[in-house]
T-cell receptor, first 112, second 116 residues
Framework: RKEVEQDPGPFNVPEGATVAFNCTYSNSASQSFFWYRQDCRKEPKLLMSVYSSGNEDGRFTAQLNRASQYISLLIRDSKLSDSATYLCVVNLGNTGGFKTIFGAGTRLFVKA | EAGVAQSPRYKIIEKRQSVAFWCNPISGHATLYWYQQILGQGPKLLIQFQNNGVVDDSQLPKDRFSAERLKGVDSTLKIQPAKLEDSAVYLC??????????????FGPGTRLTVT
């Protein structure tokens, strides 16, 4: 079983749609959680951290369920510019620091 | 603020040759990471430095890959000898001291390596 698993997609949605991505992680000792966005042939960039209480940033909402070891990202009112790969990221506690594990990513295409 | 710098941006080599990548992190960032991203996959952590010490190198193929971070600033990643399966984008990232891990990693543009 992979340490961080995501639905690879691709998700093809029209502008204005609501789309949700899921991510599961296998290690219950995971400490911190993020969603990164990666445009085609570009480097990943932080979209948002994922806190236990859930958090929202404009059209984006992230949720964490530690009991089920599950993270989600909801995008409302999709824009063409949301087309990208969304990477689920988990940090595990490690000697001297932590270890970062990326999921394989979920591709999103938003069409006019 | 200047971002993470990497060079070269592209490199094509033949198998069994050697190659080196360079990374200059954001000023003041204590933690530096090297990732390998194969097409269609997420980045895989190769090595993580805290200042000039290694925090994690469990996924670094040490028979052919090496990395150093002299003086706790710039870093180089070397592959010797390269194999076809090393074709990938090599991403460098940096962050402030991690604490409990709630820190943003800032990525450089990457070096796209093709091994023929």
């Amino acid at each position: 079983r992979k340490e961080v698993e995501q639905d690879p997609g691709p998700f093809n949605v029209p502008e204005g749609a609501t789309v949700a991505f899921n991510c599961t992680y296998s290690n219950s000792a995971s400490q911190s959680f993020f969603w990164y966005r990666q445009d085609c042939r570009k480097e990943p960039k932080l979209l948002m951290s994922v806190y236990s209480s859930g958090n929202e940033d404009g059209r984006f909402t992230a949720q964490l369920n530690r009991a089920s070891q599950y993270i989600s990202l909801l995008i409302r009112d999709s824009k063409l510019s949301d087309s990208a790969t969304y990477l689920c990221v988990v940090n595990l506690g490690n000697t001297g620091g932590f270890k970062t594990i990326f999921g394989a990513g979920t591709r999103l295409f938003v069409k006019a | 603020e200047a971002g993470v710098a990497q060079s070269p941006r592209y490199k094509i080599i033949e198998k069994r040759q050697s190659v080196a990548f360079w990374c200059n992190p954001i000023s003041g960032h204590a933690t530096l990471y090297w990732y390998q991203q194969i097409l269609g996959q997420g980045p895989k952590l190769l090595i993580q430095f805290q200042n000039n010490g290694v925090v994690d190198d469990s996924q670094l193929p040490k028979d052919r890959f090496s990395a150093e971070r002299l003086k706790g600033v710039d870093s180089t990643l070397k592959i010797q000898p390269a194999k076809l399966e090393d074709s990938a984008v090599y991403l460098c990232a940096s962050s402030l001291q991690p604490g409990q891990g709630w820190v943003e990693q800032y990525f450089g543009p990457g070096t796209r390596l093709t091994v023929t």
